[in-house]
């Protein structure tokens, strides 16, 4: 779109720059004054100034018909931010719709090579039954959690017991999901927490996917 607008103003001069220098007034364009904020998990940038385009004009104003000749690639740079915002917007549902973060297969959907790493000494003496992961991954239930009533059962900080005693390692999420989540497994090996960069997801499986070591 940056592109068409640029060789449309382009064609439409009678007095044609280079064009490297089209292209940086373009770029020059493009720093502004913006606001960040947070929308839906996702940071945005709000142009507000335009300070690219007063720095050209700044430079070019004092030479004759440069400005003139510069000046719309400078707003098109000005512009072309709003058109990042624009699809940044845009790609938050798409994106929520094609990798929804609450479905446990994002995360986990590659568990051949899964496994736990015990990470708290009440979790030793369990492995994982990869056969079992992958059969109810499909049966999970999401299920509302509140952390500081589990804070609460463990015992508080100086409990010597953890609800979530192995990590579970050797997954890969959905390719082009962008995610990287921490994954928790709990005590009984029926429950998973899925940690991602914005929240936490809690779930449930039907059975136990943990099998005692033998001696």
Do not use: C
């Amino acid at each position: 779109m940056i592109g068409y607008l640029a060789y449309r103003v382009y064609r439409s001069l009678q007095t044609k720059p280079k064009g490297w220098k089209a292209l940086f007034a373009i770029l020059v364009g493009l720093f502004s004054f913006t606001i960040n904020m947070e929308w839906f998990h996702t940071f945005v940038k709000i142009p507000i100034l335009p300070l690219g385009v007063w720095i050209l004009y700044g430079v070019l104003r004092s030479k004759e018909g440069r400005w003139g000749t510069y000046r719309r690639f400078a707003w098109i740079g000005f512009l072309a931010n709003f058109i990042f915002l624009a699809g940044t917007l845009l790609s938050i549902p798409i994106h929520s719709l094609i990798y929804p973060e609450d479905n446990p297969s994002t995360s986990i959907s590659e568990p051949n090579e899964a496994s736990i790493n015990i990470i708290h000494p009440s979790g030793e003496g369990r492995t994982l039954d990869q056969e079992k992961l992958k059969e109810q991954l499909s049966e999970v239930e999401q299920v509302e959690f509140d952390s500081w009533a589990w804070f609460d059962e463990a015992g508080g900080r100086y409990s010597n017991t953890e609800r979530f005693p192995y990590q579970l390692v050797g997954t890969t999420p959905k390719w082009g999901s962008g995610l990287k989540p921490d994954i928790y497994m709990e005590q009984d090996g029926k429950g998973i927490l899925i940690s991602t960069r914005k929240t936490q997801y809690y779930y449930r499986f039907p059975e136990t996917v943990l099998e005692e070591v033998e001696r």
